[in-house]
């Protein structure tokens, strides 16, 4: 067995609030803090010294900092909506992350909400999409397909609306399913997020020359079941084409040629350039309702094309507006401390199973298997992350660990930092490598 650690220190962001209980409810509250508030008083408290290059984190004249988290959690400061838009951290405690989930939200006067589906074939870009929209890198991401194994929740709030974004696994087919012994999570997510949603994000990869031409038949079927849905086209990795003048043959296939209602034109879809949506004509009354047909090879129901590469955050800026302006009036769903819905722990093994798609050779992630071991507070107040990874072959734990441990080292290192932006704390992740037996 070999095992590896990494250590570092990130800049932590002052959070606001997550409720103002009353009175009565503060009093029982606090003998719940050490536990439920671990994360950020640990944090105020540890990172400190050269490496911390942002504002102060708390006052001197008062003893948690003004508007701190554990001030606007007892009631005694109000969160300042002037401030600049803020992506929240995702606790490290399981407990409190479940209590967030579940609170009633802090909406405001006139609240409105987007509930938006991220539909398209295994790797088009769907997660990077959603992580680039949240600001924050909550989602796996890797050039292997079926990085994502279930539907995956993030929340983006911004002043009166909040869009809650439903990351799907690739649409693929039962029979692929069966054939690969995949997780039944992976056919069935995508179908159940079509039923409560308000818009559909239909991803294309532009740079995939073998899938880029049509929607997949599953995709189509998809399509059509919920047709009641709105869906919008986001044609994605556009600054891979040398050519743009392949988006106009794309544009036109995707869409058969029709953009909400009415035929699409050739001189409007030339001047359409990457980072920026083509503006749909205005529709002739509404659309009848489609029917599936088996030579189908797009979506002539699509209201809007976007044209963008998601690691571009202008790109995608763009892409977020259209989002938050089409939400509608309706009570939001979470509070806004809300990021994802996922757990902690969950967080760090798909991040750990990212970096495992990316650097191991054809079957050799598949067949890993991860037990978290240690999930605690270090002596210095870090969070302190012990994980396994246990595999069926020698051969395979060779690979893992890579000459002179370097590739085991390179992994620990890069999830350490992804894990550091996520929580907004010290982590020192310690990975070892071990055969089934």
């Not at 409190?96 to 006139?110: A, S």
């Not at 938006?116 to 949240?134: D, E, F, I, M």
Request: proline share 8%; hydrophobic share 40%; charged share 20%.
């Amino acid at each position: 067995m070999a095992a590896f650690s990494w250590r570092g220190a990130v800049l932590f962001r002052t959070v606001s609030g997550l409720w103002q209980p009353g009175p009565d409810a503060a009093r029982e509250w606090m003998t719940r803090l050490p536990s439920l508030l671990g994360c950020q008083r640990r944090c105020v408290s540890c990172v400190a010294g050269p490496t911390f290059s942002g504002p102060r984190l708390a006052s001197a004249s008062r003893p948690n900092g003004q508007n701190s988290a554990l001030d606007c959690f007892l009631g005694l400061s109000q969160p300042d909506n002037s401030l600049p838009f803020r992506v929240p951290a995702v606790s490290v405690h399981r407990d409190e992350q479940d209590l967030l989930l579940v609170h009633r939200p802090d909406m405001p006067e006139n609240p409105r909400v987007l509930r938006v589906v991220l539909l398209g074939a295994p790797n088009a870009g769907k997660s990077t999409l959603s992580n680039q929209l949240l600001g924050r890198k909550v989602f796996p991401v890797s050039r292997k397909v079926h990085t994502t194994r279930s539907q995956a929740l993030g929340v983006i709030t911004e002043k009166e609306t909040q869009v809650i974004l439903l990351d799907t696994p690739g649409l693929i087919s039962r029979a692929k399913q069966k054939r690969h012994h995949l997780e039944l999570s992976l056919l069935e997510d995508p179908w159940k997020s079509m039923e409560s949603a308000d818009l559909v994000v239909v991803l294309v990869d532009v740079s995939d020359k073998w899938t880029r031409n049509q929607l997949s038949p599953q995709l189509l079927q998809c399509l059509t079941q919920f047709s009641q849905v709105p869906s919008i086209l986001v044609m994605n990795k556009v600054d891979c084409l040398k050519q743009k003048s392949v988006l106009l043959e794309l544009t036109a296939a995707l869409t058969e040629g029709v953009v909400n209602g009415k035929k699409l034109k050739t001189r409007q879809a030339l001047r359409s350039q990457p980072g920026t949506h083509c503006p749909s004509p205005a529709a002739q009354g509404p659309n009848p309702q489609p029917v599936r047909d088996p030579q189908q090879m797009g979506w002539p129901h699509f209201q809007e094309i976007f044209m963008l590469s998601a690691l571009s955050q202008e790109d995608v800026k763009t892409l977020k507006q259209y989002l938050l302006a089409q939400a509608r009036p309706g009570p939001w769903e979470f509070h806004s401390e809300v990021l994802t819905s996922q757990m902690p722990e969950e967080i760090c093994a798909n991040m750990i199973r990212e970096k495992l798609l990316e650097y191991l050779p054809e079957e050799v992630p598949y067949n890993v298997q991860q037990k978290t071991v240690v999930w605690d507070e270090g002596p210095g107040g870090e969070l302190v992350i012990e994980q396994k990874l246990l595999v069926p072959k020698e051969s395979h734990m060779k690979i893992l660990i890579g000459p002179k441990g370097y590739l085991i080292a390179r992994i620990a290192q890069e999830v350490g930092r992804d894990l550091m932006n996520i929580f907004l704390c010290e982590v020192q992740l310690r990975l070892s490598v071990k055969l089934l037996k």
